[in-house]
């Protein structure tokens, strides 16, 4: 193994497993060593939000059916999603990264980029920060986290899904490529239903299969972007980067179905969940978004995509579900079962800027307001989540356009 010189990039991933199922079997002891599936509770309509480990041994996965779920695992626990729960633990995880280096980048509750770079001086090698950062996580938390570390950031993500749950992988720059070639070409960021149809006619299985492919060839196949895209990353080419605070553009969550969904129910319960994923996100960003996005796509990657601007910024869930459910009732999208469903928020506004109104009533923003930071204040000091917000009731589905 070749030893890491002074002025070598090293970037970490580090990706919490099963982290919302992970947090319930910590919080519960006797759910341990038994199938847990957060989401929709059995009878009633909706999808799987995450399953741990002990669950997707029978084949549950998120996004699945709940139905589905319950058919295949009867005896698994079945627990309704606690957002606010999940949040402080993301807090104190990021609490916990930041003190290994000051350069620590969230990508969702439950994943983050660090740069590593230098820290061999503190810690010693990139394993023993690999093991550093696994075992402050877990006597910080009692939560079991799988990493990756390598020369950047494609490296450092496919590292920490290599060797998942509780895994650690250090690819050092002179086996990046050996390291690559024999994943399938599905590992890439970037690789959809489409795109996967073109490899497959192509015969193209492996990275390695891929990295054969001469660029103009790949470029007619896909396009000059796409192309390029995918030839960098089977030379595991990407960019090491890792910014504390990135400015987002916005911050958005989605969900694509194993089977294509046309129940509204469904929807609207998926659609929940994901407003509150985004919502959570904002106000530990301190971020306040003013316009909200719906994205659906359909069968044949048809993708459609409706905004809202609100009179006001927002990080209430509420807020973000009573509207992006009214693009998808009222935002002239065909009527045929859904693929992927997705919420996002942008155009920004610190959080201390009054939120929007709920039920078109001005003098309850303050109060909302206060009623937000109360929740997260709790989540912090009890971290039972016993404050949640509710929701409004849903918009009639069958109310004309």
Known sequence: MTLACAKQRWVGHADLDAFYASVEQRDCPEYRDR????????????????????????????????????RRCPDAVYLRPDMAK??????????????????????????????????????G???????????????????????????NRLIAKLGSEHRKPNGLTVVYPDEVLDFLAP??????????????????????KTVSELRAIPFRYL????????????????LGIASAEVVPGRSRKSI???????EDVQDQDILHDVLRGLAAEVAATARRESLSG??????????????????????????????????AWALFLHGNLPRKPVRLIGVGINAWQQAQSVQADLFDQPRENARDQRLLETIDRAADRFGKGILQLGCPPKINKNEPQ
Do not use: C, W
């Open 35 to 70: 199938p847990v599936v957060v989401g929709a509770l059995p009878g009633h309509r909706g999808v799987v939000a995450a399953a741990n480990y002990q669950a997707r041994a029978f084949g549950i996965h998120s996004a699945m059916p709940i139905a589905e779920a319950y």
């Open 86 to 123: 999940y949040t402080r633990v993301s807090r104190e995880i990021f609490k916990i990264l930041g003190t290994l280096t000051p350069v620590v980048e969230p990508v969702s509750v439950d994943e983050a980029y660090l740069d590593l770079t230098g820290l061999e001086k503190l810690l």
């Open 125 to 151: 090698s990139p394993e023993d920060i690999g093991r550093e950062i696994t075992h402050r996580i877990l006597a910080g938390t009692g939560l079991r986290a799988s990493v990756g570390i390598g020369p």
């Open 183 to 204: 994943m399938p070409v599905a590992s890439l960021r970037g690789v959809g239903r489409q795109t996967q149809k073109v490899f497959s006619r192509l015969g193209i």
């Open 219 to 234: 470029e007619e196949q896909l396009g000059q972007k796409a192309a390029a895209s995918f030839h960098d990353q089977a």
């Open 252 to 258: 958005s969550k989605e969900t694509t179905f194993e």
């Open 290 to 323: 003013s316009v909200v996005t719906l994205k659906i796509r359909f069968v044949g990657f048809e993708t459609h995509t409706r905004q809202h601007k609100l009179p006001l910024p927002t990080h209430d869930e509420r807020v973000i579900l009573r509207e």
